[in-house]
Every structure is written in C-alpha cells, then in structure tokens.
C-alpha cells in the first residue's frame, strides 16, 4: 500500500495563478483532510471530507476550494493564487468509527510545497 | 472553538527526559493525540489519550487529565533521532472527528 500520496511535491505560481493539489489515498478512508503549514507553525485545517461527495469548511478555507468526486482522492483547488497562500499542503485521511477509544489516527501525505511569487 | 497550548521549543541531552505539557480548551472533547514531525517530513501519529491516565508505548508516554484540560507527552532515553517538533492535537467529535493542532514544541537533542 502507498498510504497517502499527494502531487505535485514542489510548485511556484504566479500571483492570480491557479492550481489543483491532488491527494490520493488506497486505505479505503471515509475522511480526509487538507492542512496547510506555514513556517514554525503547527497544521491549520483548510477543509474536510466525511464520505465521498461531501465537503466542509475548516479554519482557513478562503481562497481555497474542494472536490470529492471519488472516495480515494481529494482535491485542492487554488483559484487565483496570492503570496499569503506560500505554504506547505498536508492531506491527511483516517477511518474513524466515531467511538470514544478509537485512536482515529489521521495519516498524512509527504506535502506540497507550494511557493506564491 | 478550541485552542491549545504547548511550549515553542525544548532541549536536553541524549539519555535525557523530556516532558511535553499540553492545555487544551474545547467545546467538543473527545481526545487527546500527539503527533511528530521531522523537518521536511509528514506528521505521524505517536499516542492517543481518550480517557484519564497514562499511555506508555516504548520510550514513549502520554498522561491525559480531562478535569484539568491538560496533558503530556513524555520522551524517555532521549535519542538524536527524536529531534523532532512534536504537537498536541484534540479530536472535535462535532465536526467529522477534525483534529486541532497545538503550535509545535520543537524538542532538540544534543550529544
């Protein structure tokens, strides 16, 4: 199993550029998550996904958008990029059964560095 | 919402004893995790408290207090390869069980 994958690993845009981060995940996970990282800083949640065709928002999502269209991918979208969004992107996934003792363990891609000139 | 509290930076010496200490406030408590990071790597998941109590896994031990919203992270036997950041995470059981993570302590080891 290649757990959670993520492409590209490196990109520079341009201000008012766009792009779609793509996250891949074979463990069968109901939920995934996008993070974003900046330097020194612990993980920020952009959005989330409970099941295959739903989305949510989490802390920071302006200027970002989702998609959900199959359960093992989850795709970040960036519509007109600007330099505040220079950051590292973590996708993350796990299965929760929602039970009190289960760990629901987040598993989480290797990142997307992502530089905003 | 929920905020969470740990210190910025930490350093001892191999074969050392670090401690981690979490605060947490939340309106939706379900747990307690902590996760590491290498620099340039992903986070990983170490521990995870649900309930009051210590968790020992190795060299590793995380203390939960729910009345006092707080916990730790224990490293014991420190090894240079457990420089790392470390965070404290809570599980918000409203909202698709999303974690919020604590800023980081940065825990260096020296010879």
């Known amino acids: 199993n290649a757990g959670v994958t993520q492409t590209p690993k490196f990109r520079v845009l341009k201000t008012g550029q766009s792009m779609t981060l793509l996250c891949a995940q074979d463990?069968?996970?109901?939920?995934m998550y996008w993070y974003r990282q900046d330097p020194g800083m612990g993980l920020r949640l952009i959005h989330y996904?409970?099941?295959?065709?739903?989305?949510a928002k989490g802390e920071v999502p302006d200027g970002y958008n989702v998609s959900r269209l199959k359960k093992q991918n989850f795709l970040l979208g960036l519509e007109s990029a600007a330099p505040s969004q220079t950051s590292v992107y973590f996708c993350?996934?796990?299965?929760?059964?929602?039970?009190?003792?289960?760990?629901?363990?987040?598993?989480f891609g290797p990142g997307t560095r992502l530089t905003v000139l | 919402g929920q905020s969470l509290e740990q210190p910025s930076e930490v350093t001892a010496v191999e074969g050392a004893i670090v401690q981690i200490n979490c605060t947490y406030q939340?309106?939706?408590?379900?747990?307690l995790s902590w996760y590491q990071q290498h620099d340039g790597g992903a986070p990983t998941f170490l521990s995870y408290?649900?309930?009051?109590g210590l968790e020992e896994t190795g060299r590793f031990s995380s203390f939960l207090s729910r009345s006092d919203s707080y916990g730790y992270l224990l490293l014991q036997e420190l090894q240079m390869k457990d420089s790392a950041s470390y965070f404290c995470?809570?599980?918000?059981?409203?909202?698709?069980?999303?974690?919020?993570f604590g800023g980081g302590t940065r825990v260096l080891v020296k010879p």
């Open positions: 939340t309106s939706g408590f379900y747990g």
């Open positions: 408290n649900a309930l009051d």
């Open positions: 993350a996934s796990s299965m929760t059964s929602g039970e009190l003792l289960s760990t629901d363990t987040q598993y």
């Open positions: 996904s409970v099941g295959e065709g739903t989305t």
């Open positions: 995470a809570v599980r918000d059981r409203a909202a698709g069980n999303k974690l919020t």
């Open positions: 463990m069968n996970h109901e939920y």
